[in-house]
């Protein structure tokens, strides 16, 4: 167990929809990382918040946002889902903002768009 | 453009059997080179960091190296509970500063065959 939690685990929707994913990282850590792993792309960075700030970004779709609240916990929110968003999307935390610290993951959420 | 690429795609051994695996990577300037073990459905599970060439590290069958242009894992003498996916993840310069999303490779499927 990493210590970070994610919600929900498992997501169905259809398309045109939106949904929120929601992330809380270890105890302590103040830098949260969103990830898409799919089949065919594998795993691909999407954004990183430091201590509330968005610090960087990849390869994240303008209809995807994200926002890391005061207490932490980070919310990634996807609209006008399409078939190809189907994945899974992981949350990482590292400590502090410095590049080289370790990032440990969640569980994940399975999102299935219909 | 970024890149990392793992070989073989998948490997099956048997128990005892000690093999390689390969991560290969082309990124501009390497300020960390991260080992992960993923379960099926599971999220990433942290096992090692190298920062520079020559460095090694070693925890229980496994060992990474790394050299100027990849690393490779090292299993020795596997047991079943070693089958799983190793990802391999580069962390490239920023040039503007600041912390980045990893960049994973698409893994070696290693099975463990009693």
């Known amino acids: 167990d990493s210590g970070v939690t994610q919600t929900p685990k498992h997501l169905i929707t259809a398309t045109g929809q939106r949904v929120t994913l929601r992330c809380s990282p270890r105890s302590g850590d103040l830098s949260v990382y969103w990830y898409q792993q799919s089949l065919d792309q594998g795993l691909q960075f999407l954004i990183q918040?430091?201590?509330?700030?968005?610090?960087a970004k990849g390869n994240i779709l303008e209809r995807f946002s994200a926002q890391q609240f005061p207490d932490l916990h980070s919310e990634l929110n996807l609209s006008s889902l399409e078939l190809g968003d189907s994945a899974l999307y992981f949350c990482?935390?590292?400590?502090?903002?410095?590049?080289?610290?370790?990032?440990?993951f969640g569980p994940g959420t399975r999102l299935t768009v219909l | 453009e970024d890149q990392v690429t793992q070989s073989p795609e998948a490997l099956r051994l048997q128990e005892g059997e000690s093999s390689s695996l390969n991560c290969s990577y082309t990124v501009s300037g390497l300020r960390g080179l991260f080992w992960y073990r993923q379960d099926p459905g599971k999220g990433p599970e942290f096992l090692f960091t190298l920062y520079s060439a020559g460095e090694e590290k070693e925890k229980e069958r496994l060992k990474a190296t790394l050299t100027k242009k990849e690393s490779f894992l090292h299993i020795t003498a596997p047991k079943p509970e070693d089958s799983a996916t190793y990802l391999c993840?580069?962390?490239?310069?920023?040039?503007?500063?600041?912390?980045?999303?990893?960049?994973f490779g698409k893994g070696t499927h290693l099975i463990i065959q009693p």
């Open positions: 918040y430091y201590n509330g700030e968005e610090r």
């Open positions: 993840a580069a962390l490239p310069r920023n040039s503007g500063g600041g912390a980045d999303g990893l960049t």
């Open positions: 990482a935390s590292s400590a502090g903002g410095l590049s080289t610290d370790t990032q440990y």
